[in-house]
């Protein structure tokens, strides 16, 4: 069972970064985890103190603690164990994909700014280079999407997941750690869904009696078509098998579900087949420059 006890959240200590923060704190407390705070450093940073000025105020505002606590009796009071793990001055993608190498944990979670096109990838996206090149199970939140946690009370709201399904990866491994991370907060409602006429085999334990073999099916853009069964059903949240990058579309452009991503009416989970990272890794190391300037080139 993946148990999502050791929890990552990168962060830049900006205003977009708070709701992200908030769900990686409310994941920590309701299973009694590991919750390290991981920044790059700057010049400009003199905050040595164990436990952030943020966590003890969105602690103090929950009720769970007062600002004044010191950080031992915090640990002690909610059987939590936080971290601020400050980086030396790096490229962000390139120092948190090392930290979480040495690092292993079972969720990053992270803010993401939605962006499209070919752009996108020229400048790049720290957060999505992290979820691809670490291989770990990542939750995206948005500022522009709806988080399920509301910031000031704690209480979470996660009664929908969406849960889009291909051939590739085969919906197996993935669906269990899915399953896995919606049972931390209940038992909310998981429909399985397909884009095409073909559906995969879903595992007997992921089905319901409305779903069918393949889960629903949908017609259309797969991107579109998830997007608008999201808003549609109020979904709470978008949970995706990855494969990673498959070739010079994705590379440029993104998968499927980093082009959901950057959409989404709600948080993101994004699930990744381990194998296909490794493989998929190579691939881009070698080939994505190229590939985006050759992209580039023909947009002038």
């Known amino acids: 069972m993946h148990e999502f006890h050791s929890i990552v959240h990168p962060t830049d200590f900006s205003e977009l970064s708070i709701n992200a923060f908030a769900h990686a704190l409310r994941i920590a407390l309701i299973t009694k985890g590991r919750l390290d705070i991981v920044h790059i450093a700057s010049k ?31 640990g002690e009071r909610l059987n939590i164990k936080i971290s601020k793990i400050e980086l030396p001055p790096q490229d962000a993608a390139d120092g ?27 400048k790049g996206s720290v957060a999505e280079t992290i979820a691809l090149k670490s291989g770990t ?33 085969a919906p197996r491994s993935q669906l269990k750690v899915i399953a896995d991370f919606a049972r931390i907060f209940g038992d909310p409602e998981l429909r399985l869904m397909h884009v095409g006429k073909t559906p995969p085999t879903i595992p007997d334990e992921f089905r319901t009696a409305s779903m069918g073999k393949g889960g629903v099916l949908r017609s259309g853009n797969p991107v579109d078509t998830i997007l608008n069964e999201a808003l549609v059903w109020g979904a709470d949240l978008i949970a ?46 070698a080939h994505a420059s190229a590939a985006m300037e050759e992209q580039a080139a023909k947009q002038n």
């Open 44 to 74: 400009h940073d003199d905050d040595a103190d164990v436990i952030p000025p943020r966590v003890r105020q969105v602690l103090s505002v929950w009720g769970l603690a007062k600002e004044s606590d010191s950080p031992a009796s915090v």
């Open 96 to 122: 948190i994909v090392g930290y979480l190498s040495d690092n292993p944990c079972e969720l990053v979670v992270l803010a993401t700014q939605g962006r499209d096109g070919l752009m996108h990838w020229l």
């Open 137 to 169: 199970p990542t939750l995206f939140l948005n500022p522009a999407a709806r988080g399920f946690l509301n910031q000031w009370t704690g209480e979470v709201q996660l009664n929908r997941v969406l849960v889009p399904v291909d051939h590739d990866p």
């Open 240 to 285: 995706m098998p990855s494969a990673g990058h498959r070739g010079l579309n994705d590379a440029v452009m993104g998968s499927t579900s980093e082009r959901v991503l950057r959409h989404a009416p709600c948080a993101v989970l994004k699930v990744p087949s381990n194998d296909l990272i490794r493989a998929n890794d190579s691939w881009d190391v």
